[in-house]
């Protein structure tokens, strides 16, 4: 069993989700854009899910100049969608692409750091819908489509929120954990295994960290690229049938770097 340190520097050989689809939530930015870019270099079809079109064209770009898979671009902002929407979504995935082998749950949204007492209950209810709610929609209607994959995966992007002025975000993310441990232990038989894990990558070199720590010097924290090794291992079929984990990491050196990068 691959150790935290080894799962950083984890290259898998050539072609490990060859003919793949697997679908990316938050894929424009930050981690996604990592994991979308790695996954697609190693053969797999990308569905790009996040709300804008126009970065999801700068990720698509840039898997099509690799030479790697052509993905699919699915814009739905998580706020507003509903239950229908992620049906119709799930469909079209079926329909376009004829499959569905992985999950990435990876978008995420932190407004502010607020006083509990002093939480908008319009922005609670925005913050745990983009948080949870619909993870839990994306999950419930892809999930008939992982049951007849070969072998399915899904990964969330955890994030340990528990303490003060995290408010519905932190609450959102401990409800991930928990859902993470439901579907794990529903699925772990087998007869009909899926595959789910969760990684806490600390803080990273992201959008989402430069605009909730303003003050922080961004240089100091590892790049998002810091992490394709988790997500390549837990995607694929080395895997086998760990299922049920939280792979947590502190604060990475800034120079930590993937062994697999270019």
């Keep these: 069993m691959l150790s935290n340190e080894?799962?950083?520097?984890?290259?898998?050989?050539?072609g490990l989700l060859k003919d793949k689809v697997i679908l990316v939530t938050g894929a424009s930015d930050g981690i996604g854009r990592a994991i979308s870019l790695a996954y697609a270099r190693y053969g797999a079809t990308i569905v790009l899910l996040s709300k804008s079109i126009k970065p999801l064209e700068v990720v698509y770009d840039e898997i099509i100049a690799n030479g790697d898979p052509e993905p699919a671009i699915y814009p739905l902002n998580m706020e507003g969608a509903n239950v229908n929407d992620y049906m119709e979504m799930a469909a079209t995935i079926e329909?376009?692409?004829?499959?569905?082998?992985?999950?990435?749950?990876?978008?995420?949204?932190l407004p502010a750091f607020i006083p509990f007492?002093?939480?908008?209950?319009?922005?609670?209810?925005?913050?745990?819908?983009?948080?949870?709610?619909?993870?839990?929609l994306i999950t419930k209607a892809c999930l008939?489509?992982?049951?007849?994959?070969?072998?399915?995966?899904?990964?969330?992007?955890?994030?340990?929120?528990?303490?003060?002025?995290n408010g519905a975000f932190g609450i959102a993310k401990a409800g991930m954990r928990a859902m993470m441990d439901i579907i794990a232990d529903e699925y772990d038989r087998d007869e009909l295994f899926i595959r789910v894990n969760s990684i806490d990558s600390g803080?990273?070199?992201?959008?989402?960290?430069?605009?909730?720590?303003?003050?922080?010097?961004?240089d100091t924290?590892?790049?998002?690229?810091?992490?394709?090794?988790?997500?390549?291992?837990?995607?694929?079929?080395?895997?086998?049938?760990?299922?049920g984990?939280?792979?947590?990491?502190?604060?990475?050196?800034?120079?930590?770097k993937w062994a697999g990068s270019k």
């Design 95 to 109: 329909r376009e692409l004829g499959r569905l082998d992985g999950i990435v749950l990876n978008a995420a949204w």
């Design 117 to 136: 007492k002093e939480y908008d209950v319009e922005l609670w209810s925005k913050t745990i819908t983009v948080n949870l709610h619909a993870n839990f």
């Design 203 to 218: 803080p990273l070199n992201t959008q989402m960290r430069r605009l909730n720590y303003p003050l922080e010097d961004i």
């Design 144 to 165: 008939p489509l992982l049951e007849v994959a070969e072998d399915p995966a899904i990964i969330m992007s955890a994030h340990e929120g528990r303490k003060a002025y």
């Design 6 to 14: 080894e799962l950083l520097q984890y290259v898998p050989e050539d």
């Design 221 to 243: 924290l590892a790049s998002p690229d810091a992490m394709i090794g988790p997500y390549l291992y837990f995607m694929g079929a080395d895997a086998d049938k760990r299922t």
């Design 245 to 256: 984990e939280t792979i947590k990491y502190e604060r990475l050196d800034a120079d930590t």
